[in-house]
DNA sequence: GCTAACTGGTTGGACGTCCTACTATTGGGA
DNA sequence: TCCCAATAGTAGGACGTCCAACCAGTTAGC
């Protein structure tokens, strides 16, 4: 159970509400505290529902970024660009997969510099009993109907455009 | 300014695209990663234009929380409770911005339990300059009009009564 | 070929968040 | 009155994220 604190009111947009007279962008405050907020509702309740099985949501996202892709390894600077992750995080979760036997470490065939990450036969077991503790919370969004989750995707998806997250390989 | 690596293309919603034929809820999925991806940009954002004043977005938020309080100072579980953080995480910035002279810790008058957290002068400047820095970058929110702002912030709103985020007082 | 710039990865440190466990204080009920 | 549950705050540790600095290997330019 995530430990969120009952809240009796919103106390940003409170905040934000006064700021409306003095400053500016309150609407903006209003939708950037929200992100905020919901992303830890979702966090907390994900790694909960991970936690039994020894696992993140940062890690999970690692194996199955690994177990999609077609050798079942990937170089780390390829799982940091598809995990939008900084090279360290990467090192990070790599070493604390590896301390599960979840994953191995290779060298790279012809570039001596890269490491390839492999998931083993455990990590593809541990993925698959952690997407069904994801599915039967419904990874956590609730209060929204198809409609809307496709609404909510379209509006992100518009913030990370715009902040360059994707650059389309043109 | 934040470090994401640009994307060729959505990795999770590759994978969420492969799990559709094979799991189920993959619009959720999406979802849910598309809010962690938000919010991740944002906070950075905001850190990037915080940081020149020796500000965390956690730190600013307190910092706000305190201006806008009715002496300037509030008990440490009351802000725990404003803010949505841990007992714990309110020692730890607490701590941070008294180390740097921004809040002081004063006991309560009637229960000894209780410390009273009191913004100082300096404090005060501090959230002053640097919510001047935040409205400069619109909070890092950008590529959504009005409309979209507002629809964003009622859906996130809505998954967070489903999730029991403030309970109405009624 | 040789040097300089670039790339891949790690280390160490800062920060925020949470959890568990603990102390101090308070207040309600036997 | 006294004891015990509830409350306020802190300490220590785990985890993920980032940055700065660094080393090893690779590639391009001269």
Redesign the interface.
């Known amino acids: 159970m995530?430990?969120?604190?009952?809240?009796?009111?919103?106390?940003?947009d409170?905040?934000a509400k006064?700021?409306q007279d003095r400053?500016?962008?309150a609407?903006?405050?209003?939708?950037?505290t929200?992100?905020?907020?919901?992303?830890?509702?979702?966090?907390s309740?994900?790694d909960a529902a991970l936690r039994p099985h020894g696992l993140t949501?940062a890690r999970y996202?690692a194996l199955?970024?690994l177990v999609?892709s077609r050798q079942g390894s990937l170089p780390m600077n390829v799982m940091?660009?598809?995990?939008?992750l900084?090279p360290t995080s990467v090192t990070n979760i790599v070493d604390r997969l590896q301390a599960d036997h979840l994953v191995e470490r290779n060298s790279h065939p012809t570039d001596r510099r890269t490491t390839l990450v492999t998931i083993t036969e455990a990590g593809r077991q541990r993925q698959k009993v952690a997407?069904v503790a994801l599915?039967d919370i419904?990874?956590?969004?609730?209060?929204?109907d198809?409609t809307?989750?496709?609404?909510?995707?379209a509006?992100?998806?518009?913030?990370?455009?715009?902040?360059?997250?994707?650059?389309?390989?043109s």
């Open positions: 995530p430990s969120h604190h009952p809240l009796p009111f919103d106390p940003i409170r905040a006064l700021w400053i500016g962008p609407a903006t405050m209003a939708a950037v929200n992100i905020m907020r919901v992303q830890q509702i979702l966090q309740s994900v949501f996202e199955v970024l999609f940091g660009q598809r995990l939008q900084h997407t599915t419904d990874f956590g969004l609730i209060g929204l198809d809307q989750t496709a609404q909510l995707t509006l992100l998806t518009r913030v990370r455009r715009a902040a360059g997250d994707f650059t389309d390989p």
